[in-house]
């Protein structure tokens, strides 16, 4: 009844979607371009449409009532964004310990304009070694889904070419926000640091 429900108002509304889902069990999706605060209610939608069961992390301001409720019963995961509470090393767990996990998270972290994204959801998924799923939201051709998958190989920049190979042409609603896609130098090296030495990354947070 919510998938149908959901497809019904994304056709309403004259939004296409793409009906590629992927196969695995576990997968992080990211979303992008991130401009706009339609983007979060489209996505809901198209994964509701797309019938796949999925968690997010969004600001815990977000979960205040009234609609605190609400949102973690489609999948919110609550964070302040303001503590270093290991969250990359709680969704690592929570992928390990689960049979299923569809986590989707916004890289670009923010709407406004940044010149780099937030690493967290490609630690998480090579500490988790899963999949990353390319999630997108084309505003002039009204078109949202998903794209292919990549399994990071700790070659970052190889990795984010084909990241920015996928996303190049699709634009968010406001294009001039949009971010650049590649992280800073600082986490790059604190990666291949913490890779050395085995250890969780921890890296900036990655809420939507």
Known sequence: MIQAL??????????????????????????????????????????SALGLKFSWIGKHTLFKWP??????????IPVNRKVRNGLINEMVKAFAVRDQLTLTIAPEGTRSKQ?????????????ANIKICFGFIDYPTKTIGLGPTLLPSRDIDRDFKQIK????????????????????????????NEEVKGTVVQSDDSAT
């Open 67 to 76: 609609f605190g409720t609400f949102f973690k019963t489609i999948g919110g």
């Open 115 to 127: 010149d780099h994204w937030k690493g967290g959801f490609y630690h998480i998924a090579v500490k």
């Open 165 to 192: 190979a996928f996303y190049h042409g699709i634009t968010g609603k406001h294009p001039h926000k949009e971010s650049t896609i590649c992280l800073r130098d600082k986490e790059i090296a604190l990666f291949q």
């Open 6 to 47: 959901s497809k019904a108002i994304l056709f309403l509304f004259g939004w296409h979607l793409d009906k590629n889902i992927p196969e695995e069990d576990k997968i992080i999706i990211i979303g992008a371009p991130h401009t706009s605060n339609w983007d979060f209610p489209l996505t809901l939608l198209a994964l």
